[in-house]
């Protein structure tokens, strides 16, 4: 069964610090895996996507990794900022043959705190 | 350029009325996607368009809804008749392409409470 789990549920951290959020999945086939930051009361924007041949992609302070042999990502917030406090969404996209398949995490809920 | 623009932002109706939300994509995009979210579930994909055309429509709750895409600039998700399990955030994404390292692009949703 195609899965994407999120951790931890939940994160506090002091401003400044660094903090990295995990997603694992199983998913097959594999297309691609994004994060996207989500606050509250708005939608999600894109932060990154990773095909199957990338293991690293960065965007300003966040940057993701993608081990596609054991199936794993992390999302590394370094310096982090009030404005991180945010939700964190991992998706999976699979490439079936009925279309695309988009499998999302439950998130990550992340507060900054000065 | 203007993003993805959702209407209403907010909608309080009694259960068994008819809620239509509506949703225009980023001009110029081909790809368009209703989702749900709430705490329990989260983001849940309900129906995606590619070029106007309903492609996978499997998340759809239940017959009681129902989207549209009559031209490129606009859809619409109808629920009827609403119920108070429909309560949640329905956001509209478009993108350039279903399955490709395009991002999809979201509206800021429309919260509906369900009476």
């Known amino acids: 069964k195609n899965q994407v789990e999120q951790s931890p549920q939940s994160l506090i951290i002091l401003e400044g610090k660094n903090c990295t959020l995990q997603?694992?999945?199983?998913?097959?086939?594999?297309?691609?895996l994004r994060w996207y930051k989500q606050d509250t009361g708005r939608g999600p924007v894109s932060l990154t996507i990773?095909?199957?041949?990338?293991n690293t992609k960065s965007n300003g302070r966040y940057t993701a990794t993608l081990d596609a042999d054991t199936k794993q990502s992390s999302l590394h917030i370094t310096a982090s900022q009030l404005s991180d406090s945010a939700s964190y969404i991992c998706v999976v996209s699979a490439a079936t043959q009925a279309g695309t398949a988009l499998i999302f995490g439950k998130g990550t809920t992340l507060s900054v705190s000065s | 350029d203007a993003g993805v623009i959702q209407s209403p932002r907010h909608e309080v109706t009694e259960m068994g009325q008819e809620v239509t939300l509506r949703c225009k994509p980023i001009s110029g995009h081909n790809s368009l996607f209703w989702y749900r979210q709430t705490m329990m579930r989260g983001l849940e994909l309900l129906i995606y368009f590619n070029n106007n055309v309903p492609i996978d429509d499997s998340g759809m709750p239940e017959d009681r809804f129902s989207a549209k895409m009559p031209n490129a600039s606009f859809s619409t998700l109808k629920i009827q008749p609403s119920e108070p399990r429909d309560s949640a955030v329905y956001f509209c994404?478009?993108?350039?392409?279903?399955?490709?390292?395009?991002?999809?692009?979201f509206g800021d949703g429309t919260r509906l409470s369900i009476l």
């Open positions: 994404a478009s993108s350039n392409a279903v399955g490709s390292n395009q991002p999809q692009h």
């Open positions: 997603c694992n999945y199983t998913v097959s086939p594999f297309s691609n």
């Open positions: 990773m095909t199957f041949s990338e």
